[in-house]
């Protein structure tokens, strides 16, 4: 089943997939083109925003559990006992997708996955693993993670800082490239399924009975928070300080978090235009000061680029962006402020 919102969760329209096999994951890297993967190597796209799904072939027989994209360049596929690589080249507008399995040392169940850099990468499975690469997938090396239990969820903020979380209520967390793990007290004994920061100090793990669990202060203290539901919850997911989680008996749930940033209708900030296809300018009520800093990320939150900025000089070149959905912020010595940008050719 695949479903989609146009309204931020408060109505949700049925898809037709295509498939009546289970799918995990799905991920846009563009407005109108998206995928999703699932049970028996299911691998489904879309380049209308959902209206039509086709079947692509992967290759992959068992499963194909874990989907993440950067930038249109690095693909990975994590399943079952296996990691899988997807390279999708851009060339005539036409789109060419091969999936090649690699060899990632360990026959385990692997789980989770993230790249925080376009060569970093982490993944996570059962009995306590952890792989890092740091050639693109090309190699996977094994860490010691001081645990044996499942590991579900694997998530980055930066290269050295992340955290992973499994069975039992464990969560472990690095600030050094995963080269020594520390755990951290959940408060609970439920199965946590998924991780999510939206920035170094507030993230939110969600899992088994309908746990919910939020930090404000890097997993320092992991809060329970009542939602409503025991049902087990699969994924979390933020754009932005808006979040979605998932699971069971097609359970969603949304959220605002309050982080210490102000609203945009406090300070008027504007981005045209928006899409744009090779830059924008920036407009904002306030006088900026001449040591603003521009900030753009991608969805995984990922910081692709970085400039001084001034309110003389408001135009910003992205032609080296590809096509997608990207957030701008703002810093300067009193505050920041955000905005979503579509990047559209």
């Not at 693109?136 to 969820?153: A, E, H, K, M």
């Not at 930066?158 to 080269?179: E, H, P, R």
Request: aromatic share 12%; hydrophobic share 30%.
């Amino acid at each position: 089943m695949i479903l989609k919102t146009t309204n931020g969760g408060a109505n949700w329209i049925s898809q037709n997939s295509g498939t009546t096999n289970d799918l995990f994951e799905v991920y846009f890297p563009a407005p109108d083109t998206g995928y999703a993967v699932g049970w028996l190597g299911t691998i489904v796209k879309t380049t209308d925003g959902g209206q039509n799904w086709d079947t692509l072939t992967s290759g992959n027989y068992t499963s194909v559990q874990l989907f993440v994209f950067y930038r249109c360049q690095y693909r990975l596929c994590g399943g079952w006992f296996r990691i899988t690589e997807h390279r999708i080249d851009n060339e005539n507008d036409r789109w060419r997708a091969n999936w090649t399995q690699q060899t990632n040392g360990s026959y385990k169940q692997l789980s989770g996955v993230h790249f925080p850099a376009v060569d970093t990468g982490y993944a996570v499975g059962n009995t306590g693993t952890i792989l890092k690469t740091v050639d693109g997938g090309n190699v996977w090396s094994p860490q010691t993670s001081g645990t044996t239990s499942l590991l579900r969820s694997v998530q980055f903020i930066d290269t050295d800082t992340g955290y992973t979380v499994g069975a039992s209520g464990k969560i472990l967390k690095t600030i050094n490239g995963g080269q020594t793990w520390t755990s951290q007290i959940s408060g609970t004994f439920n199965t946590l399924f998924s991780v999510y920061f939206i920035d170094a100090q507030n993230g939110i793990i969600v899992g088994d009975n309908g746990t919910i669990l939020q930090t404000t202060n890097g997993g320092g203290n992991w809060i329970p928070q009542t939602n409503g539901t025991g049902n087990l919850l699969l994924y979390v997911h933020f754009i932005g300080n808006t979040g979605f989680a998932v699971g069971e008996s097609g359970t969603i749930l949304k959220t605002m978090l309050s982080v210490d940033l102000p609203e945009l209708s406090q300070t008027t900030f504007s981005l045209y235009p928006n899409p744009t296809s090779n830059g924008f300018t920036l407009q904002s009520d306030q006088k900026l000061m001449s040591n603003a800093v521009l900030y753009i990320y991608s969805r995984e939150g990922k910081q692709i680029q970085e400039e001084h900025f001034s309110s003389e000089s408001p135009y910003t070149d992205i032609s080296n962006l590809e096509n997608g959905l990207y957030l701008v912020e703002l810093r300067w010595e009193n505050g920041s402020i955000r905005q979503r940008l579509i990047v559209n050719r």
